[in-house]
């Protein structure tokens, strides 16, 4: 049997950059990455919005608006941004006091 599943392209706390293609029935902002339905709450139709992914189920995934993207901040594909496991290092200063590099 063949799964047609495939894994979602967003996880739990994924920055994504998105416009806002319609909304739903419930009045929720509906936007797509490569695909997969994302429902985000208020927002407008044809809106640039950074969103955090808040939830991923199999078929959809919730997130939230975290603001508004300019004319000039926008990309015409999704944008994800990770969170930076290395935000906290020095990469001027990585290698000083260091004979080995």
Do not use: C, H, Y
């Not at 392209?9 to 416009?19: A, K, L, N, R, T």
């Not at 936007?31 to 640039?48: D, H, L, Q, Y």
């Not at 950074?50 to 944008?79: D, G, H, M, N």
């Amino acid at each position: 049997m063949n799964n047609s599943r495939q894994t979602p392209p967003v996880s739990d706390g994924d920055e994504v950059d998105v416009q806002i293609e319609s909304i739903g029935d419930k009045g929720d902002g509906v936007a797509k990455v490569k695909g997969f339905v994302i429902f985000v709450s208020g927002v407008t139709k044809g809106e640039w919005v950074r969103i955090k992914i808040k939830k991923v189920l199999a078929s959809v995934a919730f997130a939230e608006k975290i603001k508004t993207i300019e004319p000039q901040e926008r990309s015409e594909r999704p944008q994800m941004q990770k969170p930076d496991a290395f935000a906290d290092i020095d990469l001027e200063n990585l290698g000083e006091g260091s004979e080995d590099f």
